[in-house]
């Protein structure tokens, strides 16, 4: 048996940190990190989630079981531990070296010498029609969860103060369809930058109709239009990480868990889609469940309207 | 048969290593000591190795206590002032002597460069600064260390012929010890300018202030300049970047005298106001009075006691008392430290100077304790002078029996550098000094905290194992 | 009446400093008046008027310290001329904040703490460096617990030798665990205190015994670390005998118990030796041979021989009154355990509780490690590994596992550079997941090790790889079994409930022997006979 103590040194890669963390897994993005490419800061540091950016990018360390994704790793933590215990601050510069350790702070070393690379299953998913047995099965599932969204009206049926929400949406669909650029402006104005969470509610949706959309394009090897673009333009209105993951959403790009939704939505069994559902309804408070509604309004107006085929 | 001694033992734990453990027995009730570690000798088993053949070896000790207890029974007296080239040993001719280990011109830095400029035109071996470096380039002017002619000088430390030299006497051991007479602060020689302002006042300094002085030192029948840094320490001074106190104390001293000299009262006056002007007026003699001490420790068989640490702006360069003449050299680094307004890191020469000589005596950083004020100067808070004091008693073999520090409970300075602890600790000998512009002739632009560079230290324990191990 | 007066010349002091060693000399018994001061014209008044009148006072200056004594004899004057001397020379220094003897203080060397001898001293440095400070500690005369691991056999040789002369305890290097008088070194569990003192060469092996004395309700005296290679022939098993004198000589130990690797024969003959020539009864556990050997000579019978961690325990337990000298998991419960797995997972071996695919075992404790596929080899389940002592079953890489496989991921292998499993369970995560992800597997073990020293919530970090694992398998639509072995007491600071419920809560099967683990490894592979 062989303890080595090194780390209690200032001589090893991992030296003088209290805290050594496994990564996981990993997404592909985190090769920009591990070999130097860009270099990153901390960006914001929550109890269960550290963000890191370059000034434009953004990269999320997750604890093990939260998802992973292109810009996400997973480390292994126990469940009561907290980030914000890690003596970490924004604007910490993020040292990576020999193309394995990153160190966060100076009490913090993350070791991604193990850690599995994560793959999309959305990047061989054959897309065919969406079937309605499984929309159903999202549909049910984002209903039955709690999220205190306001994107609720959008679904559930209930006008109330939903209703400028479900005006709001339904401009989406109709103005796409119509290529009417001021009328899909206008409405995205209206949804992007609001609403509660981290990331807004009308963010979170407007990812998750994206995400949705550039699959089933690029499946049938359509090129980002007019939709893309107004989402673009739109983006100015929030903030930077919350834009950057509307971005990757337009890229075909999310988290985990509302890839695998997705992925089982098109390409799954119905049981498959609940199960995934369930676990992206747990992302944040609302986020999840908004992006979880995003996704199966854009395979709602596709199967009904072929709207992500449109505009 | 009991085979086992202090069983069970005491509940009393050292934790080397990791805090993790010190924690964790502290949980558990027991009283943990607890011991920062870090590899010894930054980690060079080679080093280590040595260390152990040195350690504890009573020979050793012994030479140790013998260059110790010459440093402490040194008696440093100012005795007079003389003609540099009438009074310093193998000084004379086209001689320039420098701050430092020994270097050539196409080595030095510029206010190093300026200095000795500077002085050939003041000796008029050179018409014009022009004039006077084609000499230097040409090799027509001997440069010699200051440190081999029982000499120190602030800065450049440049010394040349013609120039008035105070003469330190050490009362005990009867060997001496020059250094040039402050200039003041702004355009000066030690920072290499070389206006005619700045050679103006050199002269005048040669025709009024050594002669004035050099009568009143010689009516007081010499002045105890140890006693005067004991108390200076206790008036806030540390005597190698704070002088303030210490030279009050040598005014009051020399000023009855000076009365009695019978140049001029106007003479007499502007000498006084000259002294009165520069609070930094003491550190010429604080730095010889550290140099006849140490000078009188040197040389002794088996000492691992280092007796000097000067730098030129260029090499830093130690000595060691039982290794005789060598110089352990290497570059000196840049000062960490406050710089004046206008000035920036960019602007900073490396760093230069002999006044580190009273590092090696237990003053200035070393004694940064007594001086609290001097963080407002050299950077820091007073915790951190505190620290750095405090720090320096685990590279030295005593406390001085002399030059106390107050805030430490009158705890004597640190003193006594051992080759072996430096390098044992990793711990570098910690100095206050002045930041020198670059160029020369733009004067002094800060001033902070240095250390040696390690090499020095590692090259001089290796040079000893050669020879004693 | 007797006077004295000394000058010093060129001496230079505080006054204050010198008013106060006056005021201190004056109460000095036969003193009658005393002055230490600058020779400043104020005190050559002042002693003058105590009635000196030498030469030497009136030369004296400003810069010279004067000492007046006056005394009712020679030889206080003496007395009180030594007082002045020494206070002089080492100053006053009160020690403040951070230069406090506080045990709390934080120093920079062993040389600078003020301890005595009759401590310990605790040594986790890097292996390059430890001996030396081990030899530090020796000339302080302190015990030494050495944790840390790369020093050289001839160093330990004449650390071990250099102890023995002095009567002073080295405790490895390479020593993971011990308890001294109550106090753990290194990784150590609480332990109640109780009639059994331990002499042993593994850490963990240590720490499983310690798990299952405390579940039978009794205690340890002493629990001697010695480091691994205490029992090699270079060593000669210095530190075993003298720990094995102390638990000899310790009134309050009832059974003396020993574990180690199986030692060199000459070595074990000594061992055994001291053992039977002792007068308390013992119990062996040289892990890897079979338990039950009986003892030769004068004192057999003295010495039970037991063949895995959990066995010595329990036999110790018993010769000292508690447990009832069984096993602690029953064959009935390792089936019960089996049956449930069975349920839970109808795809498992057609509900016979079986599982088709491969063991995948992940361990810290890398004596554990060696416990489980010993156990498994004498049920005749081959079990390749990264620590095999068969050459034939020693994996190629370390990170690619082959049919059934048990990792020591404490291993130098993978802890080079990196924390110990102990103290960062979650670097086992990815490997964990990547075994999961292996089609072939069926189960996946592992040990959760609590005590001081280990990771605060080591199950709880574990726990979250178990939940993913099982995601995994349940959506490939596998049977997986996930064993944990906790080995802690229920004094540990992690809290042991709560841990084996976090493991349990995520759907791994908890167990607190890892002998027990092997056992139901062995039926779940479908070796249902099994036999110590």
Same mark, same amino acid.
């Given at each position: 048996?062989?303890?080595?103590?090194?780390?209690?040194?200032?001589?090893?890669?991992?030296?003088?940190?209290?805290?050594?963390?496994?990564?996981?897994?990993?997404?592909?993005?985190?090769?920009?990190?591990?070999?130097?490419?860009?270099?990153?800061?901390?960006?914001?540091?929550?109890?269960?989630?550290?963000?890191?950016?370059?000034?434009?990018?953004?990269?999320?360390?997750?604890?093990?079981?939260?998802?992973?994704?292109?810009?996400?790793?997973?480390?292994?933590?126990?469940?009561?531990?907290?980030?914000?215990?890690?003596?970490?601050?924004?604007?910490?510069?993020?040292?990576?070296?020999?193309?394995?350790?990153?160190?966060?702070?100076?009490?913090?070393?993350?070791?991604?010498?193990?850690?599995?690379?994560?793959?999309?299953?959305?990047?061989?998913?054959?897309?065919?029609?969406?079937? !309605?047995?499984? +929309?159903?099965? &999202? %549909?049910?599932?984002?209903? =039955?969860?709690? /999220?205190?969204?306001?994107? #609720?009206?959008?679904?559930?049926?209930?006008?109330?103060?939903?209703?400028?929400?479900?005006?709001?949406?339904?401009?989406?669909?109709?103005?796409?369809?119509?290529?009417?650029?001021?009328?899909?402006?206008?409405?995205?104005?209206?949804?992007?930058?609001?609403?509660?969470?981290?990331?807004?509610?009308?963010?979170?949706?407007?990812?998750?109709?994206?995400?949705?959309?550039?699959?089933?394009?690029?499946?049938?090897?359509?090129?980002?239009?007019?939709?893309?673009?107004?989402?673009?333009?739109?983006?100015?209105?929030?903030?930077?990480?919350?834009?950057?993951?509307?971005?990757?959403?337009?890229?075909?790009?999310?988290?985990?868990?509302? !890839?695998?939704? +997705?992925?089982? &939505? %098109?390409?799954?069994?119905? =049981?498959?889609? /609940?199960?995934?559902?369930? #676990?992206?309804?747990?992302?944040?408070?609302?986020?999840?469940?908004?992006?979880?509604?995003?996704?199966?309004?854009?395979?709602?107006?596709?199967?009904?309207?072929?709207?992500?085929?449109?505009? | 048969?009991?085979?086992?001694?202090?069983?069970?033992?005491?509940?009393?734990?050292?934790?080397?290593?990791?805090?993790?453990?010190?924690?964790?027995?502290?949980?558990?009730?027991?009283?943990?000591?607890?011991?920062?570690?870090?590899?010894?000798?930054?980690?060079?088993?080679?080093?280590?190795?040595?260390?152990?053949?040195?350690?504890?070896?009573?020979?050793?000790?012994?030479?140790?206590?013998?260059?110790?207890?010459?440093?402490?029974?040194?008696?440093?007296?100012?005795?007079?002032?003389?003609?540099?080239?009438?009074?310093?040993?193998?000084?004379?001719?086209?001689?320039?002597?420098?701050?430092?280990?020994?270097?050539?011109?196409?080595?030095?830095?510029?206010?190093?460069?300026?200095?000795?400029?500077?002085?050939?035109?003041?000796?008029?071996?050179?018409?014009?600064?022009?004039?006077?470096?084609?000499?230097?380039?040409?090799?027509?002017?001997?440069?010699?260390?200051?440190?081999?002619?029982?000499?120190?000088?602030?800065?450049?430390?440049?010394?040349?012929?013609?120039?008035?030299?105070?003469?330190?006497?050490?009362?005990?051991?009867?060997?001496?010890?020059?250094?040039?007479?402050?200039?003041?602060?702004?355009?000066?020689?030690?920072?290499?300018?070389?206006?005619?302002?700045?050679?103006?006042?050199?002269?005048?300094?040669?025709?009024?202030?050594?002669?004035?002085?050099?009568?009143?030192?010689?009516?007081?029948?010499?002045?105890?300049?140890?006693?005067?840094?004991?108390?200076?320490?206790?008036?806030?001074?540390?005597?190698?970047?704070?002088?303030?106190?210490?030279?009050?104390?040598?005014?009051?001293?020399?000023?009855?005298?000076?009365?009695?000299?019978?140049?001029?009262?106007?003479?007499?006056?502007?000498?006084?106001?000259?002294?009165?002007?520069?609070?930094?007026?003491?550190?010429?003699?604080?730095?010889?009075?550290?140099?006849?001490?140490?000078?009188?420790?040197?040389?002794?068989?088996?000492?691992?006691?280092?007796?000097?640490?000067?730098?030129?702006?260029?090499?830093?360069?130690?000595?060691?008392?039982?290794?005789?003449?060598?110089?352990?050299?290497?570059?000196?680094?840049?000062?960490?430290?406050?710089?004046?307004?206008?000035?920036?890191?960019?602007?900073?020469?490396?760093?230069?100077?002999?006044?580190?000589?009273?590092?090696?005596?237990?003053?200035?950083?070393?004694?940064?304790?007594?001086?609290?004020?001097?963080?407002?100067?050299?950077?820091?808070?007073?915790?951190?002078?505190?620290?750095?004091?405090?720090?320096?008693?685990?590279?030295?073999?005593?406390?001085?029996?002399?030059?106390?520090?107050?805030?430490?409970?009158?705890?004597?300075?640190?003193?006594?550098?051992?080759?072996?602890?430096?390098?044992?600790?990793?711990?570098?000998?910690?100095?206050?000094?002045?930041?020198?512009?670059?160029?020369?002739?733009?004067?002094?632009?800060?001033?902070?905290?240095?250390?040696?560079?390690?090499?020095?230290?590692?090259?001089?324990?290796?040079?000893?194992?050669?020879?004693?191990? | 009446?007797?006077?004295?007066?000394?000058?010093?010349?060129?001496?230079?002091?505080?006054?204050?400093?010198?008013?106060?060693?006056?005021?201190?000399?004056?109460?000095?018994?036969?003193?009658?008046?005393?002055?230490?001061?600058?020779?400043?014209?104020?005190?050559?008044?002042?002693?003058?008027?105590?009635?000196?009148?030498?030469?030497?006072?009136?030369?004296?200056?400003?810069?010279?310290?004067?000492?007046?004594?006056?005394?009712?004899?020679?030889?206080?004057?003496?007395?009180?001329?030594?007082?002045?001397?020494?206070?002089?020379?080492?100053?006053?220094?009160?020690?403040?904040?951070?230069?406090?003897?506080?045990?709390?203080?934080?120093?920079?060397?062993?040389?600078?703490?003020?301890?005595?001898?009759?401590?310990?001293?605790?040594?986790?440095?890097?292996?390059?460096?430890?001996?030396?400070?081990?030899?530090?500690?020796?000339?302080?005369?302190?015990?030494?617990?050495?944790?840390?691991?790369?020093?050289?056999?001839?160093?330990?040789?004449?650390?071990?030798?250099?102890?023995?002369?002095?009567?002073?305890?080295?405790?490895?290097?390479?020593?993971?665990?011990?308890?001294?008088?109550?106090?753990?070194?290194?990784?150590?569990?609480?332990?109640?205190?109780?009639?059994?003192?331990?002499?042993?060469?593994?850490?963990?092996?240590?720490?499983?015994?310690?798990?299952?004395?405390?579940?039978?309700?009794?205690?340890?005296?002493?629990?001697?670390?010695?480091?691994?290679?205490?029992?090699?022939?270079?060593?000669?098993?210095?530190?075993?005998?003298?720990?094995?004198?102390?638990?000899?000589?310790?009134?309050?130990?009832?059974?003396?118990?020993?574990?180690?690797?199986?030692?060199?024969?000459?070595?074990?003959?000594?061992?055994?030796?001291?053992?039977?020539?002792?007068?308390?009864?013992?119990?062996?556990?040289?892990?890897?041979?079979?338990?039950?050997?009986?003892?030769?000579?004068?004192?057999?019978?003295?010495?039970?021989?037991?063949?895995?961690?959990?066995?010595?325990?329990?036999?110790?337990?018993?010769?000292?009154?508690?447990?009832?000298?069984?096993?602690?998991?029953?064959?009935?419960?390792?089936?019960?355990?089996?049956?449930?797995?069975?349920?839970?997972?109808?795809?498992?071996?057609?509900?016979?509780?079986?599982?088709?695919?491969?063991?995948?075992?992940?361990?810290?404790?890398?004596?554990?490690?060696?416990?489980?596929?010993?156990?498994?080899?004498?049920?005749?389940?081959?079990?390749?590994?990264?620590?095999?002592?068969?050459?034939?079953?020693?994996?190629?890489?370390?990170?690619?596992?082959?049919?059934?496989?048990?990792?020591?991921?404490?291993?130098?292998?993978?802890?080079?550079?990196?924390?110990?499993?102990?103290?960062?369970?979650?670097?086992?995560?990815?490997?964990?997941?990547?075994?999961?992800?292996?089609?072939?597997?069926?189960?996946?073990?592992?040990?959760?090790?609590?005590?001081?020293?280990?990771?605060?919530?080591?199950?709880?970090?574990?726990?979250?790889?178990?939940?993913?694992?099982?995601?995994?398998?349940?959506?490939?639509?596998?049977?997986?079994?996930?064993?944990?072995?906790?080995?802690?007491?229920?004094?540990?600071?992690?809290?042991?409930?709560?841990?084996?419920?976090?493991?349990?809560?995520?759907?791994?099967?908890?167990?607190?022997?890892?002998?027990?683990?092997?056992?139901?490894?062995?039926?779940?592979?479908?070796?249902?006979?099994?036999?110590?």
């Amino acid at each position: 048996m062989s303890y080595v103590m090194e780390r209690a040194m200032d001589r090893s890669p991992a030296g003088g940190a209290q805290r050594y963390l496994g990564a996981v897994q990993a997404g592909p993005r985190f090769c920009d990190l591990l070999s130097g490419v860009r270099r990153y800061l901390v960006h914001s540091v929550f109890a269960r989630a550290i963000n890191l950016w370059d000034g434009q990018e953004f990269l999320t360390l997750l604890p093990l079981s939260r998802g992973c994704g292109a810009t996400w790793a997973t480390v292994a933590v126990a469940p009561g531990e907290s980030f914000l215990d890690f003596g970490l601050a924004p604007g910490l510069e993020v040292e990576a070296r020999s193309g394995r350790w990153v160190r966060l702070g100076p009490e913090v070393v993350v070791d991604f010498g193990s850690a599995l690379a994560w793959e999309s299953k959305l990047a061989a998913v054959a897309v065919g029609d969406v079937r !309605e047995t499984h +929309l159903r099965a &999202l %549909l049910d599932t984002l209903l =039955r969860a709690p /999220a205190p969204s306001p994107i #609720r009206g959008a679904i559930d049926g209930n006008g109330g103060p939903g209703r400028g929400i479900v005006a709001l949406l339904d401009g989406l669909r109709a103005s796409v369809q119509a290529a009417d650029g001021a009328r899909l402006g206008a409405a995205l104005g209206g949804l992007v930058g609001f609403g509660p969470g981290l990331t807004p509610s009308g963010d979170d949706v407007v990812a998750g109709l994206c995400l949705a959309r550039a699959v089933m394009r690029k499946a049938c090897g359509k090129p980002d239009g007019f939709w893309e673009d107004a989402v673009r333009e739109a983006l100015g209105r929030t903030h930077a990480l919350s834009g950057f993951l509307v971005r990757e959403a337009l890229g075909g790009r999310s988290h985990e868990f509302a !890839e695998d939704a +997705l992925y089982h &939505l %098109l390409a799954g069994g119905p =049981r498959e889609t /609940a199960h995934g559902a369930t #676990r992206l309804v747990s992302i944040g408070a609302t986020s999840g469940f908004d992006m979880g509604v995003g996704i199966y309004l854009a395979a709602e107006w596709q199967r009904r309207y072929a709207w992500c085929s449109s505009g | 048969m009991a085979t086992v001694k202090n069983w069970p033992p005491t509940g009393a734990v050292v934790n080397l290593g990791s805090s993790v453990f010190a924690r964790s027995m502290r949980d558990q009730g027991a009283s943990v000591y607890e011991v920062l570690w870090e590899p010894p000798a930054r980690g060079k088993l080679e080093l280590i190795e040595i260390l152990d053949v040195l350690a504890g070896r009573e020979d050793i000790e012994e030479a140790n206590r013998l260059a110790l207890e010459r440093y402490s029974s040194a008696q440093p007296v100012l005795v007079g002032i003389g003609r540099a080239r009438d009074v310093i040993p193998g000084f004379g001719g086209k001689m320039l002597l420098h701050a430092g280990p020994p270097i050539t011109w196409d080595r030095m830095s510029g206010p190093l460069k300026g200095a000795i400029v500077g002085a050939i035109v003041y000796e008029g071996w050179a018409a014009s600064p022009e004039d006077a470096e084609g000499i230097a380039v040409e090799g027509d002017v001997e440069f010699s260390p200051c440190h081999e002619h029982s000499a120190v000088g602030p800065m450049a430390g440049v010394v040349s012929p013609s120039m008035p030299v105070f003469i330190i006497e050490n009362r005990t051991a009867g060997n001496r010890s020059y250094c040039t007479l402050n200039e003041g602060l702004g355009k000066v020689l030690r920072y290499g300018a070389y206006s005619s302002e700045v050679l103006d006042r050199l002269r005048w300094m040669a025709d009024v202030l050594a002669p004035v002085l050099a009568k009143g030192i010689e009516l007081s029948g010499g002045i105890d300049l140890k006693s005067i840094i004991a108390q200076a320490l206790h008036m806030g001074d540390e005597v190698h970047n704070r002088n303030r106190a210490a030279t009050s104390l040598f005014i009051r001293t020399v000023a009855p005298y000076l009365l009695d000299t019978g140049f001029p009262l106007a003479n007499i006056r502007r000498v006084l106001e000259f002294m009165n002007g520069n609070d930094h007026f003491f550190l010429n003699l604080s730095m010889p009075a550290a140099k006849a001490m140490l000078e009188a420790a040197h040389g002794v068989p088996k000492s691992t006691m280092v007796t000097v640490m000067s730098r030129n702006g260029t090499d830093f360069g130690i000595k060691v008392s039982g290794l005789g003449a060598e110089w352990f050299v290497g570059p000196a680094e840049k000062v960490k430290g406050l710089y004046f307004p206008g000035f920036r890191d960019e602007d900073a020469n490396p760093d230069i100077g002999d006044s580190s000589i009273t590092e090696t005596a237990g003053l200035g950083g070393f004694a940064m304790a007594a001086a609290i004020p001097i963080v407002q100067f050299v950077g820091g808070t007073p915790d951190d002078a505190l620290g750095f004091s405090r720090k320096m008693y685990r590279i030295t073999m005593t406390e001085n029996r002399f030059f106390s520090i107050p805030v430490l409970g009158f705890r004597g300075t640190p003193t006594g550098i051992d080759l072996r602890k430096v390098v044992e600790t990793g711990i570098l000998p910690q100095i206050n000094t002045g930041v020198a512009h670059k160029d020369p002739g733009i004067g002094q632009v800060g001033a902070g905290l240095v250390t040696p560079p390690w090499e020095c230290f590692e090259k001089a324990l290796l040079a000893f194992a050669g020879r004693y191990a | 009446m007797f006077e004295r007066l000394t000058v010093k010349k060129d001496a230079y002091y505080d006054s204050v400093v010198l008013m106060r060693l006056t005021q201190e000399v004056q109460r000095l018994a036969g003193i009658t008046d005393a002055l230490v001061g600058m020779a400043t014209d104020l005190n050559k008044d002042s002693a003058r008027a105590m009635g000196f009148a030498d030469p030497e006072l009136e030369e004296a200056g400003p810069n010279d310290l004067i000492v007046a004594l006056v005394g009712e004899e020679e030889k206080i004057l003496d007395e009180a001329g030594k007082v002045v001397a020494a206070r002089l020379e080492s100053r006053p220094r009160p020690r403040t904040g951070a230069e406090s003897t506080r045990p709390e203080a934080v120093y920079s060397s062993l040389s600078e703490v003020p301890i005595g001898g009759g401590g310990v001293a605790a040594i986790s440095v890097p292996g390059t460096y430890a001996a030396r400070e081990a030899r530090a500690a020796l000339r302080r005369g302190l015990h030494v617990f050495l944790f840390s691991d790369n020093v050289s056999l001839e160093d330990e040789r004449v650390l071990k030798e250099t102890g023995r002369r002095e009567g002073l305890l080295v405790m490895g290097p390479d020593c993971g665990t011990a308890v001294i008088g109550g106090i753990g070194l290194g990784f150590a569990n609480k332990v109640r205190p109780g009639r059994i003192g331990i002499v042993a060469a593994s850490g963990t092996g240590l720490q499983q015994a310690l798990a299952v004395i405390d579940r039978l309700g009794e205690g340890i005296t002493h629990a001697i670390g010695t480091g691994g290679r205490d029992l090699r022939r270079e060593i000669g098993a210095i530190t075993t005998l003298m720990g094995l004198d102390i638990l000899e000589q310790d009134e309050a130990t009832a059974v003396k118990m020993v574990i180690s690797k199986p030692p060199h024969e000459e070595v074990r003959r000594r061992v055994i030796a001291a053992l039977e020539g002792g007068s308390k009864p013992s119990v062996v556990c040289f892990m890897g041979e079979e338990g039950g050997m009986p003892g030769a000579g004068a004192g057999a019978g003295k010495v039970r021989f037991a063949g895995d961690l959990e066995e010595a325990a329990v036999v110790a337990c018993s010769l000292a009154g508690a447990g009832a000298g069984r096993e602690l998991y029953p064959q009935e419960e390792i089936e019960a355990i089996v049956r449930g797995v069975a349920a839970r997972m109808p795809g498992a071996g057609g509900g016979t509780g079986r599982v088709g695919g491969h063991l995948r075992g992940l361990y810290g404790g890398g004596t554990l490690c060696e416990e489980t596929m010993t156990v498994l080899a004498r049920s005749g389940i081959e079990v390749y590994s990264n620590v095999a002592w068969r050459p034939e079953l020693l994996l190629e890489d370390p990170e690619m596992s082959h049919a059934h496989t048990c990792i020591d991921m404490g291993d130098d292998y993978f802890t080079r550079g990196r924390p110990h499993p102990m103290l960062e369970p979650g670097l086992r995560a990815p490997r964990y997941l990547r075994e999961a992800r292996d089609p072939d597997v069926g189960i996946l073990l592992f040990d959760v090790v609590l005590g001081y020293g280990c990771h605060p919530d080591p199950a709880g970090v574990m726990a979250e790889a178990v939940r993913e694992a099982a995601e995994i398998a349940r959506r490939g639509g596998r049977a997986l079994v996930q064993i944990a072995v906790v080995v802690g007491t229920s004094g540990d600071p992690q809290g042991l409930a709560g841990q084996e419920k976090a493991l349990r809560d995520a759907g791994a099967v908890v167990l607190s022997s890892n002998y027990a683990a092997a056992r139901l490894v062995a039926l779940l592979l479908g070796s249902g006979r099994f036999s110590r």
